[in-house]
């Protein structure tokens, strides 16, 4: 059972250990960048465990050489953000959804263990751009840790329509009584952490618009409650 809006009061879950699952270096920080900042400022460690390296995105130079530049660039976006653990696995960017879900599970189930995590944090389940990618590492966070709460990022049904009708993107938006809490956030270190990503956020007009829409605030939803029992 979800615990309603009002419960949650717009307040951060409270968790000592973090784990983001994330699909693509620059989804730290231009997703979540402003969620896992917060966590840092409330005192929580918080780590990420990402499964592939970029290395498919059309902007920068290609194929493994851009692989090993946002290996980098993912680890100085980190800095910025305050993630005292990053792990960037190597699985084939663009067609995660091909990989075996229990290898990616163990993965998580792994990482889970090794920062002690009491909570994770993940796209939501439309993958927020729709990319595949992401909702597998979602698929994959649920499925490797059972038993630990998992806190999705996602937008509002009215933010995903504006930015689709304005670039033809394919955004996954909730409804108001989908997202279990609004969260003011501070986007000061995100916008460092995104400045770090040099080869992806040079013109990067959806991102910008994105954030431009949702302005200081972010919206979670919880896949799995604290609580609830293994599914
Ligand atoms: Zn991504």
Redesign the pocket.
Known sequence: MRPPLAESGGELPRATSVLAV???P??ES??LGALLDSFVERGAKVSVLCFTR?EASTLGPVGAELGELRRAELAAAARELGIGRVELLDHPDGSLSCEPLERLAGEVAAAAREVDADLLVV?DEGG??G?P??CRATEAALSGAPGLATLAWTIPRSVAGALNSQFGTAFVGRDEQEIDAVLRVDRTRQCRAIARHVSQCDNNAVLESRLGLLGDTEHVRWLRPPGSEPS
């Open positions: 994330c699909a693509h620059d989804d231009f997703g970029g796209f927020i751009s990319h990618d992401h």
